[in-house]
């Protein structure tokens, strides 16, 4: 079946603009996460769905970031007034239920803001 | 919270030689680990994972051990070859997510 997908692959903004990344889940998945992966660095989590709601923004870097999610499915997360350092790839993945699951990984989306 | 720590950061072996990746957690009520692969410029990939009823899981060339009382669990991956290289990460379970630790990039020499 198909894979979690996201879109787009690569997206290059001016500082101050804002974006948006999508992420497709895995059909049936209720659980979603999103994460940010600087060069080279780690994965760094940011919010995580259980079915449409969001238990846990946490990872959430400031106000300037949000997610939402709908019919339990597509999930979108929205940068507001872009700084340099967001620049990053922004993976999504999903799994059947969260926690103790195995997490399917996107192939991410590499945001550069110049 | 739950605090993932990872060593080495970089590990460099001949080809045919076993690599060793070593991680720590913090929080004693995590019951998932797994271990992923992502290889450069790819998405993270899971090769293997052990819940915490076992104490070592092998699969092919890779094996998991994991020490519940230390609170540490390593992978190993035995006759390397260079499709091995790539980046390794480590993760625990914390209630509805995971915390990765900081990674490994393997690098295994022809």
């Known amino acids: 079946g198909a894979g979690v997908s996201q879109s787009p692959s690569n997206k290059v903004t001016e500082k101050g603009k804002d974006v948006e990344l999508r992420c497709d889940p895995i059909?049936?998945?209720?659980?979603l996460y999103w994460y940010r992966q600087s060069l080279g660095q780690g994965l760094e989590f940011l919010i995580y769905?259980?079915?449409?709601?969001?238990?846990?923004k946490s990872g959430l870097p400031s106000d300037r970031f949000s997610a939402e999610r709908t019919g339990g499915s597509v999930s979108t997360l929205t940068i507001q007034r872009t700084q340099q350092e967001d620049s990053a790839v922004y993976l999504c993945a999903s799994s059947p239920q969260g926690g103790r699951d195995e997490q399917y990984f996107g192939p991410g989306t590499r945001l550069t803001v110049t | 919270g739950e605090n993932v720590e990872q060593h080495p950061s970089t590990l460099s072996v001949q080809e045919g030689d076993s690599a060793v990746i070593k991680c720590t957690y913090s929080d004693s009520a995590s019951n998932y680990f797994p271990w992923y692969k992502q290889e450069l410029g790819k998405r993270p990939q899971l090769i293997i994972d052990i819940r915490s009823n076992v104490g070592e899981k092998k699969d092919q060339r890779i094996a998991v051990t994991l020490n519940k009382t230390a609170k540490h669990f390593s992978l190993h991956i035995t006759e390397t070859q260079p499709e091995d290289s790539a980046v390794y990460f480590c993760?625990?379970?914390?209630?509805?997510?995971?915390?990765f630790g900081s990674g490994t990039r393997l690098l295994v020499r022809p």
């Open positions: 769905f259980q079915g449409n709601s969001a238990p846990d």
């Open positions: 059909s049936g998945h209720t659980a």
């Open positions: 993760a625990a379970d914390s209630s509805y997510k995971l915390i």
